[in-house]
């Protein structure tokens, strides 16, 4: 721990310097208020202002974007899912031209053309070209659940969705299949932040499936980092099974990384 | 000018004193790596690196809420005014189910029910109880300019709308009407940006008519800060034709604020 190191007490023959006048040397941290010396100077007082004022203005930036997504946001004519009315809409379809219903429930989850057609390009060559669920007004999504319909809905109206890991993959399987990116990205970045050693492969495989890059990438750095390990898993043999090509990519990434860290090394170590 | 005074070049008597060891009481801001003394000291280090931090993750929520807002924004069916083809929609209107009827000029702006009732408690209870609007399909705004109108659609899908001072009052007024307290605000930030001694009476009782606080706090608070030019400006004299009520809000406004700055000052020198 050498971090605020310049605040230990000072020793006898430092506090007999200090006594002497090196004492004007030590300066005081208009932030924190303690004292540092000149190895541990930060900002001049006019470039704190300065940083002071743009943290301030950033913070209203927020808060107007904020007040635009509110404004922006649409209730969904179903709402987010509640587990105690799953089968009773809280509130009133409001206008709503068109449904979507899930494989596994025929209760309808209702929805506007306008909003379905603005937020997914799929959705809207299917409602604008008169095909069969813009005539029957009924949009059939095959496999997926009541659950994961209808959060999908709603996200497309809120830009919000309550994530697990399992609603994450159901979510950005949608999301490919409709070019939602918006929800894709969100739904990549949840799946990142809970990577581990034990589902990376899983999530490598998932990744590839469904074309999520970023997933993809964070997947392969983390089995890079374990391939001693590799090969003695049960999934990486399932995968050498199932997807052989795949396994392979994971090789040459790993070849090519050596390789660049090599000739790195090499380029830095010669004169 | 007493900004980046401690940048001064050093005077002779000031050098030879660096020379004798005060030399190490400067310090190098790690910002714009200018040297300050003790007395222009900003941050230590640690404080400084925090802020940074800070100021990154604001600028990444930033970008997180743009994106959101980008996801969130319709197309509106028929897209901000264009003056080259103001009477032909460059977009179809794609699932509208009901157009807006301006007093000035026939051609219909297209939207939908969705749409206008989730901006707008005035339109969700005209549209929602089955009023003459809701089956004619039609919604006719009274006292209002084809563009206004338009750009009062186009504010509803986008939370963007360009300002000049006439549109501004414009929207305002519909904003006011309808119950778009988003849109409002914004008119009203825009008008107080423009606000100055030559329109502040006028600001003044149009904030006054439309319910605008903010602005006419603001109008007010510069005709207090007037008050010995106020009589003789020709706005004045109309008003107080008008609509003197409202003159005499600005007078006992401005001597409850002589009062009040009188106790102040009282209390403050008492002992």
């Given at each position: 721990m050498?971090?605020?190191?310049?605040?230990?007490?000072?020793?006898?023959?430092?506090?007999?310097?200090?006594?002497n006048g090196a004492q004007e040397a030590m300066m005081k941290c208009v932030s924190c208020k303690e004292e540092y010396a000149a190895s541990d100077a930060g900002t001049c007082r006019e470039c704190y202002e300065e940083a002071s004022e743009t943290e301030e203005e950033l913070k209203r930036e927020i808060e107007d974007l904020k007040a635009k997504v509110h404004f922006l946001r649409f209730w969904a004519p179903?709402?987010?899912?509640?587990?105690?009315?799953?089968?009773?809409?809280?509130?009133?379809?409001?206008?709503?031209?068109v449904v979507l219903v899930a494989s596994d429930n025929p209760v309808?989850?209702?929805?506007h053309k306008a909003v379905l057609a603005s937020r997914s390009p799929v959705f809207r060559a299917m409602l604008e070209n008169e095909m069969e669920e813009s005539l029957s007004g009924t949009i059939k999504?095959?496999?997926?659940?009541?659950?994961a319909l209808r959060s999908f809905v709603n996200y497309l109206y809120t830009a919000e969705a309550c994530l697990d890991e399992h609603m994450a993959c159901d979510l950005l399987?949608?999301?490919?299949?409709?070019q939602v990116k918006h929800l894709k990205t969100y739904c990549e970045k949840y799946m990142i932040s809970k990577l581990n050693w034990e589902n990376s492969l899983l999530s490598f495989a998932f990744a590839n499936q469904h074309n999520a890059?970023?997933?993809f990438d964070a997947a392969q750095s983390l089995i890079m980092d374990n391939m001693d390990?590799?090969?003695?898993r049960?999934?990486?043999?399932?995968?050498?099974?199932?997807?052989p090509r795949l396994v392979v990519e994971i090789y040459e990434a790993y070849l090519s990384k050596q390789v660049n860290t090599a000739a790195h090394k090499d380029s830095s170590t010669k004169p």
């Open positions: 050498m971090r605020r190191q310049f605040r230990r007490p000072l020793s006898e023959d430092e506090e007999s310097e200090a006594e179903l709402g987010p899912l509640d587990h105690h009315h799953q089968q009773r809409p809280a509130v009133a379809p409001c206008f709503t031209d309808p989850v209702p929805a999504i095959s496999d997926v659940s009541y659950d399987v949608l999301a490919d299949k409709y890059k970023s997933l390990k590799l090969s003695k049960e999934e990486y043999k399932e995968l050498v099974e199932k997807d």
